[in-house]
Nanobody, 122 residues
Framework: QVQLVESGGGLVQTGGSLRLSCAAS????????MGWFRQALGKEREFVAA????????SYADSVKGRFAISRDNAKNTVYLQMNSLKPEDTAVYYC???????????????WGQGTQVTVSS
């Protein structure tokens, strides 16, 4: 079992920045891949970014490439999502997830956090 707790969401103006954190507990964090997803009101959950357990591989949705950066600190059992140049369309609940592969498919992830709200005002 892996427990995930997100933090760092909030209200920010267009062009601003936020850093989300996801603290993991339970089984060995360093051996699992991590992802960030988001879900806007009335829309399906969508992939944002993912990182391999050894930090060698990362993947991003086209909509966030060049603006968002995923990273992890295995010593702190934490994964981060640095979000820059935020836009109103980035408004959503952001979830972190843990799973056996680095993929954009939500169903491939075994564990999910409760989510943190990010709101970008225009």
């Amino acid at each position: 079992q892996v427990q995930l707790v997100e933090s760092g969401g909030g209200l920010v103006q267009t062009g601003g920045s936020l850093r989300l954190s996801c603290a993991a507990s339970g089984r060995t964090f360093s051996g699992i891949h991590m992802g960030w997803f988001r879900q806007a009101l009335g829309k399906e959950r969508e992939f944002v970014a993912a990182i391999s357990f050894n930090r060698i591989s990362t993947s991003y949705a086209d909509s966030v490439k060049g603006r968002f950066a995923i990273s992890r600190d295995n010593a702190k059992n934490t994964v981060y999502l640095q979000m820059n140049s935020l836009k109103p369309e980035d408004t959503a609940v952001y979830y972190c997830a843990a799973g056996p592969s680095i993929t954009a498919v939500p169903a491939a992830y075994s564990y999910w956090g409760q989510g943190t709200q990010v709101t970008v005002s225009s």
